[in-house]
């Protein structure tokens, strides 16, 4: 099997680049959604507690009961629960799915302020109170979601004074239905940084406490460091004579004799397929032929290789963003902590 390192040392030093911005480790809502982005849900949310994180944000009632023991609150985004719970909050996505909320769960509302994916139109807003207390549901929070927060474009912009009409509106409502103060939140980590000012009541930071946060670089954080790497175990090797081929399809074809060492890990382990092409190590150590289910060929004869240590570099490879090269890593990886 391939094998996860995940050094402590940056993730600690990216929970503190963002807590500058947040001002206050307890403004992080750490997402661990999915895994914890590959890294490890029980490994990532222990090293948070130890951090000082109090807050955690996950997609699924399970992932919620899994790290309960680790924060103070925990937001659900994707799942209706089926029993209500005092410290995990459960997202409102669709002014529809109210009256399917146990009585007295603690909510939270998601408004579609322009990305039109989940949350209730801005307009459904009163109706949207109206409902959640005939539901005697407990409303804590309004938030919303960018699109294009790491893009350099004005829609950050417009998204954001949508929310800020939201908030106003949401303050008088919530005087008017009794549900006594109100959180706020927008930002996730692209967002973070945007903000010169920042004021919201938590930020819901996933990627840049990764160390993997990829942005124009008129945007660009200084400093983030990848928490995870990557490693294998070598299988055997062999000495090729020049023309001799690699792998499925023979689609390398050695120029000189060369040494060539297979490494257990493939697409099988979430080392994507289409990475394959040209990928070289961070020490330059080249990836020869098609990466298969559960062996990938290097120009190396070393007993365990570093395969990456930055997602995002991966990323332009296979022609996509660390968000899928890290949440492809299998959760039977063994993942250990330095
Ligand atoms: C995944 C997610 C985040 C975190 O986004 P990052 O870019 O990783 O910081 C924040 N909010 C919501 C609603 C999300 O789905």
Redesign the pocket.
């Known amino acids: 099997m391939a094998y996860i390192i995940l050094n402590k040392n940056n993730f600690f030093n990216n929970l503190d680049i963002i807590a500058k911005s947040t001002k206050g480790r307890d403004k992080i809502a750490l997402?661990l959604?999915d895994n914890a982005?590959g890294h490890g849900l029980s490994e990532i949310a222990s090293m948070a507690k130890e951090y000082g994180i109090k807050r955690a944000?996950v997609r699924t009632c399970q992932e919620a009961n899994m790290v309960e023991n680790f924060f103070d609150y925990i937001l659900v985004?994707g799942e209706i629960p089926a029993s209500k719970s005092d410290k995990i909050r459960y997202t409102i996505n669709d002014i529809k799915s109210i009256e399917k909320f146990p009585q007295g769960t603690k909510v939270e509302l998601k408004i579609d302020t322009g990305m039109h994916r989940n949350g209730i139109a801005m307009s459904e807003l009163d109706a949207a109170f109206s409902k959640i207390k005939e539901s005697g549901l407990v409303l804590e929070a309004i938030f919303t979601?960018h699109r294009s927060s790491?893009e350099l474009t004005s829609e950050w912009f417009w998204q954001n004074d949508n929310f800020k009409k939201v908030k106003e509106r949401a303050k008088e409502l919530a005087n008017e239905f009794g549900f006594g103060t109100l959180r706020f939140h927008s930002s996730?980590?692209?967002s973070l940084f945007r903000h010169v000012d920042f004021d919201e009541d938590m930020a819901?930071?996933?990627?840049?406490a990764y160390g993997c946060?990829k942005l124009p670089s008129a945007l660009n954080v200084e400093n983030l460091k990848p928490v995870l790497s990557l490693w294998a175990s070598k299988i055997s090797s062999r000495e090729l004579r020049a023309g001799k081929r690699v792998g499925y399809g023979g689609d390398y074809k050695a120029t000189k004799v060369c040494v060539v060492g297979n490494y257990d890990f493939g697409y099988g382990d979430g080392f994507l397929r289409a990475s394959a092409c040209g990928y070289k190590t961070p020490n330059a150590t080249e990836l020869v032929g098609r990466v298969s289910m559960d062996n990938s060929t290097f120009m190396s004869s070393e007993d365990e290789l570093l395969i990456f240590d930055d997602a995002t570099e991966v990323a332009k490879y296979a022609k996509t963003i660390s968000?899928e090269v890290l949440t492809s890593l299998k959760p039977e990886i063994k993942r250990t902590v330095i």
């Open positions: 997402v959604k982005y944000v985004l979601h790491d996730n980590s692209a819901r930071v996933g990627i840049a946060m968000y």
